[in-house]
């Protein structure tokens, strides 16, 4: 049980218990790492590559995709879209993390299409190490064991009507007490409420479904995030952000308990919102499409958006969800301007920063005391964590990137349309 909830907790103190207990660091079993908030505990890794050097191997990809590997052990996984423009098809895919090679393949369906950067393979895989979990943008569910065997399998659209997304369906679902948490947050192409389900991880049948309502317009009620896990003196929750606001909801019944709006204050009918919420000591943070991004105090019950409003910033990110020490929190904006502020005054220690130009999707994570993140040409700017910036390299690689990058026992695993790259020489702890 103890490995099962690691999977999904947000907390670096719950991980750092998880470790002594055997459960390994290394493993990247989500999009956001071990414990679910872009953060590693890993040491020595690298920090200067390039598309042949300090390369481990490299695997040739069919097309691109937002979703992050995943790592378990000797095995990753990977959401696939088979190539856009030629077959419309999605699969999953197992890799030898020892050579590159493929291990397995399944089919997730059809249905593939392009919506502006990002395809129907966007959500990431999720494991517990011994079943693996895997969505895609039309909706299909599927379980696996790491053997490649199909254990039960979802539609959600069947089920529950389409997605009204205006750019696709993209999130990725939450793990956590032997059940999967899947948002559907919608409103552009459709009048069906949004809402949330739980179902259970074992066999996928649904617990219960609760709807999210929002007075959010036109667009402004789509919503591509991961939920996020807050747990709080004893009570955890399940975090949305989307339709002009953020949410607490009751892992056991799916119950709203506070919301807290902020998050489009001019009403604006097209502030979809993009960046997953991010937790840290007693706050919650969320953004929209860069204006606002907002910091909200956690305790409170029912609406909390002035009760409980820490501090708000101009300056915040419209794609790439932030990442935070634990002091600071750093928010890379869609043009590669940096900003990190106090985490709980909301004070600018140090931005406008300019990371090397482009088009920022994928999100920072923090390692070794530095800042990972990539732009959609393939560079990833490493720079010192802390309240001075120093920039510590530039590596450039083959190909666009929108995916996250992954770490595992001491390598990085980095996604472009053109080649999955493992960066470094495996350290086994």
Known sequence: MRRYIITALALIAVVSSAILSGVQAENWPNWRGPSSNGTSNEKNLPVKWSDAENVSWKLAM?????STPIIWGNTIFLNVAEGTTTTGALSFWAIDRVNGKVLWKRPMGMGDERRRKQNMSSPSPITDG????VMTGTGILKAFDFNGKELWMRDIQKDYGPFGLNHGYASTPLL???????PVLHGMKTDDPSFLLRLDARTGKTIWRVERPTPAQMESPDSYITPTLLRERGKDQIILSGGDCITGHEPATGKELWRAYGLNPQNIQFN???????IGDGMVFAGSRGNPYIAVRTGGQGDVSKSHLAWTTPNGPDVATPVTDGKH??????????????MKSGDVIYGPQRLKP????????????KIYVTNEDGVTSVFKAGPKFELLAENQVEGYCLSTIAISDG???LRTDKYLYCIGQRVKK
């Open 62 to 66: 069919p097309d691109r995709s937002g």
């Open 176 to 182: 956590y007490d032997n059940a999967l948490f899947v």
């Open 130 to 133: 011994r079943m693996v979990w």
């Open 329 to 342: 929190i750093y928010l890379v904006r869609e043009n590669g301007a940096l900003f990190v502020h106090d």
């Open 272 to 278: 979809r919102i993009v960046n997953s919420p991010v």
């Open 411 to 413: 390598q990085l695993f």
């Open 358 to 369: 482009g088009t920022y999707s994928a999100s920072p994570i923090l390692a070794d005391g």
